[in-house]
């Protein structure tokens, strides 16, 4: 459920098909503001009904000269609100309105230097002299009626530009990424100073309100919960559970996809722990007869989708011969990067990456009304949401793990030998990580099997055995990740356990890809 559009002050990003826009909307919300990435064509009548504080317009990958670029419609500069472009977003804002855009004979890839205009609201309580990260082949070379020139770099005389009475502002370079070591307070200031917004974004505003838009949406009805053990959907549960208390119902399904432990856990937690009200169903034999042979990982990740809801419909059945009327409602996990990563927008030039579980598999017939809570928030906003909830450290700062299981994680057909390998090397990992005390210091750390066999030897044998690769990473949000740098010591250890104790595999490479351009699990 998305908050009502009075419910408290928010900056609504256009999105472009920036790598970078996800990451926007979460810079924005470290400053306690609300934001929402919506497709660049969005009607200037719908911004203004959302009523947003200040808009961004994110980079993307086009020029604006070219004759399909990506355009906004012309009425959102005369509603009057705050606008920042970044990029993309400035070469847009220059060329609608009345400047120049050019290829550049020096690209700016990479680190730079901008020499900040002091008088610039957006560089309130920074120096003169910042580190930027850019990523650009053209360059603004005639401002626009009424624009200034607000910062330069070595090859952008126009790198920011601003019109103070309009409160439109351009950066050519990007303030979101990591590599922009102040560009969060260039954000900050632009949201605050600029937009006026107050620090509204907390996570007890969030529950409170989430708990009231629930109750709306259900009535008196009853809610049922598809419930993994993960984070997202444990977060889910107790926020539901705090909502609507014994109307919720949990399903827990064990699709045979899980990791070791995982249906004693859930049952412990949730039914021992939180009283709450959980069917557990077994449909090991039903989702491994669906996936043998399949090795695409999107067929995967609909076949699983598929087969969940036609689990929970079985279940809903048997619920409503009791209550015909009060089980209709299907609650998710979803959070926002589901969502983004899930949906390629029409016209807009990003591409589909992969459909998750949550998102991706969905019939149009289920007779569910859906209930997503989660919908809006990104991972590191759910475990804050979840230790306000009540939920131990074990859960909500429990590794991120997909949807479709160890499915995911194991490259080509599924088969119940291939599961045992990759769930124990699995364990052997978290086990391993957790006694390190590198566990928490994570984003993910897990065990993917690969359709590789090599020659080994053990004893005086020859082997020849599957490989297994071990990927950890670190990451704030999901959005982008770089890859561990674990101790000698503690890789050698993972890999002399799995290798000595994990029949079938005698091989471990570890993955040292960044997300982009790699994505962070492998399927």
């Known amino acids: 459920m998305k908050p009502s559009p009075a419910a408290e002050e ?31 064509h969005t009607k200037a009548s719908k911004i203004r009904a959302m009523a947003p504080s200040g808009i961004i317009f ?51 890839y990479g680190p730079g230097k901008l020499k900040a205009d002091a008088a610039c609201p957006l560089f309130h309580g920074l120096p003169r002299s910042l580190e930027v990260w850019n990523s650009h082949g053209d360059r603004l070379t005639r401002l626009p009626r009424g624009f200034s020139p607000m910062g330069q770099t070595e090859n952008s005389p126009h790198a920011v530009i601003g019109h103070a009475r309009r409160r439109i502002f351009g950066l050519q370079f990007h303030p979101e990424v990591v590599h922009t070591p ?35 949406q259900v009535g008196e009805g009853r809610v049922i919960l598809g419930l993994s053990g993960g984070v997202d959907s444990s977060v889910t549960a107790a926020l539901l559970h705090r909502a609507i208390g014994d109307r919720l119902t949990c399903i827990f399904v064990d699709h045979g996809l899980l990791r070791a432990g995982e249906v004693e856990a859930v049952r412990k937690l949730f039914r021992g722990e939180f009283k709450i009200r959980l069917i557990t169903i077994n449909a090991r034999r039903r989702f491994l007869s669906r996936l043998k042979g399949v090795t695409d990982p999107e067929r995967k990740r609909k076949i699983i989708g598929r087969e969940f809801i036609r689990v929970f419909e079985t ?6 011969k009791h209550d015909p009327e009060g089980h209709r409602f299907l609650a998710q996990g979803t959070l926002y990067p589901d969502v983004i990563e899930s949906v390629s927008i029409s016209g807009n030039p990003a591409a589909l990456i992969k459909s998750h579980h949550n998102v991706g598999g969905l019939p149009e017939r289920m007779s569910f009304e859906l209930v997503e809570p989660l919908r809006q928030l990104f991972k590191d906003e759910v475990r804050l949401v979840g ?17 479709p299981g160890l499915a995911v994680r194991i490259l080509g057909a599924v088969t119940p030998e291939r599961l045992r390998i990759v769930r124990e090397a699995d364990a052997i990992v978290i086990e391993e990580m957790k006694a390190a005390g590198w566990y928490y210091k994570v984003w993910q750390s897990f065990a993917v099997l690969l359709p590789v066999r090599s020659v080994g030897v053990m004893g005086d044998e020859r082997t020849y055995d599957y490989t297994v690769a071990l990927r950890t990473v670190q990451s704030h949000d999901g959005m982008t990740a770089d890859w561990v740098r674990l101790p000698y010591p503690l890789l050698a250890k993972i890999s002399s356990r799995i290798i000595n104790e994990v029949k079938g595999v005698n091989r471990l490479c570890y993955d040292v890809s960044t997300k982009p351009p790699s994505t962070i699990e492998w399927e």
């Open 10 to 40: 928010k900056i609504l990003i256009l999105d472009f098909g920036s790598q970078y826009t996800q990451v926007i909307a979460r810079r924005v919300r470290e400053c306690r503001v609300y934001s929402e990435i919506i497709p660049y």
């Open 58 to 108: 994110s980079g993307g990958p086009a020029s604006v000269y070219a004759p399909k670029a990506p355009r906004v419609d012309a009425g959102i500069y005369d509603l009057g609100v705050p606008i920042l472009g970044i990029c993309y977003g400035l070469q847009l804002i220059a060329h609608d309105l009345g400047g120049r855009v050019e290829p550049s004979n020096h690209r700016e």
């Open 182 to 216: 102040r560009g969060r307070e260039i954000l900050s200031n632009f949201v605050h100073r600029v937009c006026g917004c107050p620090s509204t974004w907390t996570t007890g505003s969030f529950i409170e309100r989430s708990c009231r838009e629930i109750r709306a």
């Open 315 to 320: 279940a809903a059945r048997n619920l409503r």
């Open 387 to 403: 230790s306000e909830l009540g939920l131990s450290k074990e859960v909500v700062y429990r590794q991120p793990f997909p949807g």
